[in-house]
């Protein structure tokens, strides 16, 4: 008997004696598909390629060339190709590329690469060229192969570059797999009167989950292989194996199947041994023959309690009710760009006195983070206690969902006088974020020195409660305080830096040259006059409500949108990233003075999306949605544990530099911050615990755990998605007009 043969009657011998254990959980195959529904980290294949477009992946859009042909053509910096070469014989690589009518004659810079390794630099002009690359056998692997072209131009207007044909040829001179195959899917179908749950597996794909071994594991299951549609037989093999911490691997199940096995073989495993240990669990189709693998019921079962699922998918929460704050004036101010590390009660350099108050007057909590790095998916979470991916809302032109109750809307339903006053030109265009305000104000004046005037701020009627949310745009860029703050921490500087938000926007990563430490000291103090700046104007509202009166019974929120980078990792300014610098944000609630018993500071993580649920509890505001991304913060500032939570943040750019690489993706869970951009491939992944500057990335020394976590970080992204009860296209909010853009420009958003 082979090796092969006798793994397999051993497997099968397992199974049928099963260990009698108390299985009180399991752990579904089918339910993980179901999740990974994005396939974000399934190595599969997804897009073949024969010739022409049936291989395009992201950044294209489809359109009709001057003749009617179709074309693909690139819609910012990056266009991706898919291809699957079963063998890793790819020779050569043709691309047919040209420029759009409407852009000059070039020729236009692009770079091709392929599996994240450079191919070539060809220029691209407006008649169709043909452009073949010669293909290094080292750079090309079995199963998917991935070719980006980067657009080298960054600019707004760069001209946009067309794909007519794509032409891959393995080095027997045939073109690449002709045929596409299925992805993996998980699927319920009706077998022998019983509803069986399957997943189904191509040739050739590849499929990974990652988990901790629970206690009296026991992985079981069976297969079946049926030849491809129009063929009476395949040749394929069907495995699983195991990875351990260590990266050894041990094959669990290897068998060759020649044909079809149309009745399911059972299979079964004794994990037992592994317990505690974090693993990886891969199932894989390979061979020459085009065929599916059918996984019946595998699952891994426990004698556990209670077996997690690799992740918890994040749920709605219902709101609460209590109403134990009574009916206070509720003023909310936004400060724009403001990281929690520049504010005196955070940790920050300076006093800022004005946020220092409230801070002694309420609660400081020290681990807020927002749910995006830029102002409109951040407002988005904040008003809806929402995530932006489950809104639709990720640029400029989308808008808020009708059916989604806002903060403004729920206050006004509740009797309050609900008023907006922004120095930010986002409100003045985008309506949908002014629904519910029964008055709105633009703040502008001379350098934003304008603040609400007092009879605006509060009801003359002091049996009226007034809901207010004053957006301040200090500190955002530019970085141009009035005196006497503008040069306390600068006056010494004599370089030649700049701080506008075009100059400091062109600062990448990858950039060979970074800015020098004096430079990097001064937009950080420039930084600093604006937040002190900030901090004064914060200290004008709190006047006025001391003028009326009206402090001490307020109900009154301090809070940013997004936090501002200042070159931590290779940036300044905020939207092209979700590390800590962009995420971190201060919040500080002061309390009504009616309200007793509240604890000073929570170092709990809590997000901005907990605003909204907060007062819907606080307040019992009637009229909410059926439930909430964010979670009440009433429980943790009176003193009860909080419940186990996961923090997520995504962004997907606001049309600047870099846009081609969004979105990135942030989840932090047990101690652990995880962070993705899915369409450059890369995975960062910090201890929070012992590194919570983000400093040392631990993606290569913890890969198992870094798998795990973006895993995680994934099936919670799908999960955000899947909640999306509106259809984007439906909430398209325009054009621009050309003073928002230039006002948007000037804030480094349209650069």
């Known amino acids: 008997m082979g090796p092969l043969l006798a793994l397999t009657a051993l497997l099968v011998t397992s199974a049928c004696g099963r260990p009698d254990r108390d299985w009180q959980s399991s752990l579904d195959l089918a339910d993980f598909v179901a999740h990974q529904r994005h396939n974000l980290s399934t190595e599969m294949i997804s897009m073949p390629l024969g010739t022409g477009l049936d291989n395009i992946g992201s950044g294209w859009r489809l359109r009709d060339d001057e003749e009617g042909a179709p074309v693909a053509e690139m819609r910012r910096q990056l266009g991706r190709l898919r291809v699957y070469s079963p063998e890793a014989d790819v020779a050569s690589v043709e691309l047919e590329l040209g420029l759009s009518p409407a852009a000059a004659s070039g020729p236009v810079r692009v770079n091709v690469n392929l599996n994240r390794q450079s191919l070539a630099d060809i220029d691209v002009s407006r008649p169709w060229s043909t452009h073949r690359m010669e293909v290094p056998a080292a750079m090309v692997q079995s199963g998917l192969n991935v070719l980006d072209i980067w657009h080298m131009e960054r600019s707004r207007t760069q001209p946009s570059v067309r794909l007519r044909r794509a032409r891959f040829v393995t080095r027997g001179g045939r073109a690449a797999w002709p045929q596409r195959p299925d992805t993996i899917r998980a ?40 030849p491809a549609p129009g063929e009476d037989s395949a040749v394929v093999e069907v495995s699983v194996g195991l990875l351990d911490e260590s990266g050894e691997e ?85 400060l724009d760009a403001a990281r929690a590390d520049a504010f005196s009660p955070f940790g920050g350099p300076h006093e800022t006195p004005a ?118 745009l200090p500190p955002h860029t530019p970085y141009t305080p009035p005196a006497p703050f503008r040069g306390r921490h600068t006056a010494d500087y004599t370089g030649d830096m700049t701080v506008d938000a075009t100059h400091l926007n062109s600062f990448h990563p990858t950039d060979s040259e970074r800015p020098s430490k004096d430079d990097v000291d001064y937009v950080l103090g420039r930084y600093l006059e604006n937040v002190a700046y900030a901090d004064s104007l914060v200290g004008g509202v709190l006047g006025s409500l001391d003028r009326h009166g009206r402090y001490d019974d307020a109900l009154v929120v301090l809070a940013s949108d997004h936090g501002e980078a200042l070159m931590e990792h290779g940036r300044f300014l905020h939207s092209q990233n979700v590390h800590r610098e962009v995420l971190h944000i201060p919040l500080v609630i002061k309390w009504p003075a009616s309200v007793t018993g509240f604890r000073g500071v929570v170092d709990d993580p809590v997000s901005l999306l907990d605003l909204l649920p907060t007062l819907v509890d606080g307040l019992a505001l009637e009229g909410a949605a059926d439930g909430f991304q964010g979670r009440s913060l009433l429980p943790l500032v009176f003193g009860q544990r909080a419940a186990e939570r996961s923090l997520y943040a995504v962004t997907r750019g606001a049309n600047g530099p870099n846009q081609a690489a969004m979105p990135q993706l942030m989840l932090e869970s047990g101690g652990w911050r995880v962070f993705s951009s899915p369409l450059r491939g890369t995975t960062e992944l910090y201890d929070v615990v012992r590194d919570p500057l983000e400093t040392h990335d631990l993606a290569s020394e913890e890969p198992l755990q870094a798998l795990l976590s973006l895993q995680s970080l994934q099936i919670q992204s799908a999960w955000n998605r899947e909640l999306l009860r509106h259809e984007r296209s439906d909430r398209d909010g325009g054009d621009l007009d050309a003073e928002a853009v230039e006002q948007l420009e000037a804030l480094g958003y349209l650069n």
């Open 187 to 226: 699927l319920e179908v009706e077998a022998e009167g019983a509803i069986e749950r399957r997943v189904e597996m191509p040739t050739a794909s590849r499929l990974d989950m990652v988990l901790r071994v629970p206690e009296g594991a026991y992985l079981t299951g069976g297969f079946s292989v049926e």
């Open 250 to 334: 041990q094959s669990l199940l290897r068998e060759r199947v020649e044909g079809g096995l149309a009745r399911p073989r059972t299979v079964g495993v004794d994990l037992a041994e592994r317990t505690g240990e974090l693993v990886r669990l891969r199932w894989g189709v390979t061979g020459p023959g085009n065929a599916l693998a059918r996984w019946h019921g595998a699952r891994v079962l426990s004698t556990e309690p209670r077996l997690e699922p690799p992740a918890v998918a994040i749920e709605r929460v219902a709101p609460d009710r209590t109403g134990r704050l009574g009916q206070p004036d509720v003023i909310v101010i936004l």
């Open 355 to 472: 946020v220092a108050r409230l801070a002694a007057d309420g609660t400081v909590f020290r681990s807020a983070v927002a749910g995006s790095s830029w102002t409109l998916p951040s407002v988005s979470g904040m008003l809806t206690g929402l995530h932006a991916d489950t809104l639709g809302v990720g640029a400029w032109k989308d808008r808020l969902p009708d059916g989604v109750p806002t903060l403004p809307e729920l206050m006004t339903s509740a009797g309050y006088r609900s008023v907006l006053f922004s120095q930010h030109p986002f409100y003045a265009y985008e309506t949908s974020f002014k629904r519910g305000f029964k008055r709105f104000r633009t703040l502008r004046g001379k350098n934003n020195t304008e603040l609400p005037r007092r009879q605006e701020l509060m009801a003359r009627n002091r049996k009226r409660r007034t809901f207010a949310l004053v957006h301040l």
